[in-house]
């Protein structure tokens, strides 16, 4: 079945430094990802969406100059959490988009101190 | 727009007993339909998915869900719940783009099922 691998799996990072956050599509080609936070006992928040090769689209009220995402390949997408601070540690999920539906990765737990 | 409404936040059953965790929905487009199952720190594994086909759905572990149009419902249910499905679930709807496009998903607030022994 299809796999999306995204590393790392947890991250302590001090505030002020950045983190990047990397999903890949091991077995299938993911014409587009969405990444997703989760705050501790809440659901899913979408922040954007990305295409292969074009500009992510970012939901109302992300910053895309904090939370740069790239999605060079089509098996490929990194968030990169800019400048963190401890209000941005969260569980950051990614999602990928196949023929056949959504998969998701088995999410990021960032720690910001 | 569209939106998803799951009622209760936390459903406790015996081990044994019927699960019913409830989802209602909001979309102006014929929906498609989705629960996931989250276990602590981890993804969203698919259980099962509605795209206009046959309304009573059946996914993995035992879990199905009937879609309900003119309640605008889409309840997952198991007839015997297992100490293993204690876990947070979501249902989710998608404003199905069309082709191989399923949109983007909304999520609901997700419900956390406990099984007692």
């Known amino acids: 079945g299809a796999v999306v691998s995204q590393h790392p799996s947890r991250v302590i990072c001090k505030s002020g430094t950045s983190v990047k956050i990397e999903c890949r599509s091991l077995d299938f080609q993911a014409t587009t990802m969405f990444w997703y936070r989760q705050f501790p006992k809440q659901s899913l928040m979408l922040m954007a969406t990305s295409n292969e090769g074009s500009k992510a689209t970012y939901e109302q009220g992300v910053e895309k100059d904090k939370f740069l995402i790239n999605h060079a390949s089509l098996t490929l997408s990194t968030l990169t959490v800019t400048s963190a601070h401890p209000e941005d540690s969260s569980f950051y999920i990614c999602?990928?988009?196949?023929?056949?539906?959504?998969?998701f990765g088995s999410g990021t737990r960032l720690t910001v101190v | 727009a569209q939106s998803v409404t799951q009622l209760g936040s936390h459903v406790s059953v015996s081990e044994g007993a019927l699960v019913l965790l409830r989802c209602n929905y909001s979309?102006?487009?014929?929906?498609?339909l989705f629960w996931y199952v989250q276990y602590p720190n981890q993804g969203l594994q698919l259980l099962l998915k509605?795209?206009?086909?046959?309304?009573l759905v059946k996914g993995i572990n035992g879990f199905e869900a009937e879609f309900k149009k003119s309640e605008t419902s889409f309840h997952l249910t198991k007839p015997s719940a297992h100490m293993s499905d204690a876990a947070e679930y979501f249902c989710?709807?998608?404003?199905?783009?069309?082709?191989?496009?399923?949109?983007?998903?909304?999520f609901g607030q997700g419900t956390i099922l406990t099984v007692h022994p």
């Open positions: 989710a709807v998608s404003d199905g783009s069309g082709g191989t496009s399923y949109g983007k998903l909304t």
């Open positions: 509605y795209t206009s086909a046959a309304t």
């Open positions: 979309s102006s487009v014929p929906p498609y």
């Open positions: 999602s990928a988009q196949g023929s056949y539906g959504y998969t």
